[in-house]
């Protein structure tokens, strides 16, 4: 790129999306990434926010949004590498934020789905990631697997500004308890696959106004690409499916989508 930003394409004809969860920092996409952005661009993916997931890749993050104007950095530490965070990574959390400014802190949050995981380092280390992300009045972008409820609890304990529980998979009850406290419900590839039946209810029975889009690329990748590296630029397969799951037109999804993650996350 040579330090020349990218060029957001002419969407006043298609529907415009953001895309709220992509890794496209890391090295998968090391040998083509700026032809990635230019596919999402082309897309009509105009939007696209890069969480990091500990201190160890704050700087490949920093350095990928600076890449394009349509790349947003989000800084946490995920809790699936709690064993690699370090105590003061938390106080130079809380430095970095003020000198990089972020669109949220993150990817952060609780997974009790790894075998053995520790969870009373994982609560400690999301208790005080709150903590820093309502001081600096920051949403968060949440990982959460088998651990709804205690992360609902520790939300409530701290009432951040908001934020997206990435990758939902929660019951239609948790969803609404995120909901009521300012949080936007992220759906990404799975939706596309015809057996995520339990995906599907809640993407069907949930307010449209609650939800927002995501690929988590590279993993996550949808049915039409199954084994494939995911890629931002195949995010409207996902509001595609939304569209037919509802009723609406893709055109809506885009519409309504957007807009919830542009609220949520303060986006231009």
Not at 41 to 55: D, K, M, N
Not at 194 to 209: D, Q, V
Request: charged content about 25%.
């Amino acid at each position: 790129m040579n330090g020349k930003p990218l060029p957001f394409p002419d969407t006043d004809a298609r529907p415009v999306f953001v895309d709220t969860h992509c890794h496209v920092d890391v090295e998968e996409f090391d040998e083509d990434r700026d032809q990635v952005i230019e596919r999402a661009l082309s897309a009509g993916v105009t939007r696209i926010v890069v969480p990091s997931i500990g201190a160890f890749n704050w700087e490949a993050v920093h350095a990928t949004t600076l890449r394009s104007p349509a790349l947003f950095p989000a800084y946490g530490l995920h809790p699936v590498y709690a064993d690699r965070h370090e105590d003061a990574d938390l106080e130079r959390l809380d430095a970095w934020l003020v000198e990089h400014p972020a669109v949220a802190v993150g990817e952060i949050g609780l997974d009790y789905y790894i075998e053995d995981a520790d969870r009373e380092r994982q609560r400690a280390l999301l208790d005080a990631q709150l903590a820093i992300a309502t001081r600096r009045n920051l949403p968060v972008l949440l990982h959460v697997r088998k651990a709804h409820d205690d992360v609902l609890s520790l939300l409530r304990r701290h009432a951040p500004r908001g934020g997206i529980a990435h990758a939902f998979n929660g019951s239609l009850q948790q969803a609404e308890r995120y909901i009521a406290l300012g949080f936007r419900l992220g759906f990404g590839g799975m939706l596309t696959h015809p057996r995520s039946r339990h995906l599907r209810m809640l993407a069907s029975r949930l307010p449209l106004e609650a939800l927002v889009l995501e690929t988590d690329a590279p993993d996550l990748t949808g049915a039409r690409h199954r084994g494939q590296r995911n890629q931002p630029a195949w995010l409207p397969e996902v509001a595609e499916v939304l569209a037919e799951l509802r009723g609406i037109t893709v055109e809506e999804v885009a519409e309504v989508t957007t807009e919830n993650a542009l609220e949520v996350l303060g986006l231009p």
